[in-house]
């Protein structure tokens, strides 16, 4: 039922973010991770202004309910800059439907999904279970691979696990939940 939720909030969510897209902005890529609460959001202004954050979502355990917590962590703007240079470069704009060359699919499996601005709407695109190089799961088909490069792309700049880890400093004592792929993962905060 959580998965049932939280699929048609990212549904509203998307519709939401691309209606109010503002055109002034030229770039814009949001990537949600693959068994994580992350997502990276980065955008280009036509004034050549870069901006992104993290954005996390868990949940908190409070007696018999769950509280939804979500949290923006800005990152610079030379991060932002190098980011989107560096996919553009690695070309990311070239995704498509066709970009998952595997006909491996797991079964209630995590993916991985794409948004960016293409003719001036929000495109976005799913994968089963793609992983940043660091994860040592390394993918073998060539689109799958370059999908796998963007990843590895923002991780090396980032530290997407080291960001977690600082963000999770900062939380009040409790425990806290997110969803990956098949399961629900909880941690306790001290």
């Keep these: 039922m959580r998965k049932i939720v939280f699929t048609f909030f990212i549904l509203i969510s998307n519709f939401f973010t691309s209606q109010n897209l503002s055109s002034n902005i030229i770039t814009y890529y949001e990537i949600d991770f693959c068994s994580s609460p992350q997502k ?3 955008q280009e202004k036509k004034n050549n202004k870069y901006s992104g954050f993290i954005y996390t979502c868990l949940e908190k355990k409070k007696k018999n309910s769950l509280k939804k917590i979500e949290k923006k962590t800005k990152i610079s703007i030379r991060q932002a800059q190098k980011i989107i240079l560096d996919l553009e470069k690695a070309e990311i704009d070239s995704v498509n439907k066709t970009y998952d060359d595997d006909s491996l699919a797991y079964l209630d499996g995590d993916y991985l999904s794409i948004s960016l601005l293409k003719n001036n709407k929000i495109e976005k695109y799913s994968f089963d279970e793609i992983y940043p190089i660091s ?9 799958r691979s370059k999908i796998q490069n963007w990843l590895t792309i923002i991780d090396n700049e980032l530290n997407l696990k080291d960001q977690f880890s600082r963000m999770i400093k900062k939380l009040a004592k409790g425990t806290y939940c997110y969803n990956s792929g098949m399961s629900t993962i909880c941690f306790k905060k001290k």
């Design 40 to 42: 990276l959001i980065l």
């Design 135 to 143: 994860s040592k799961k390394i993918e073998k088909t060539p689109l």
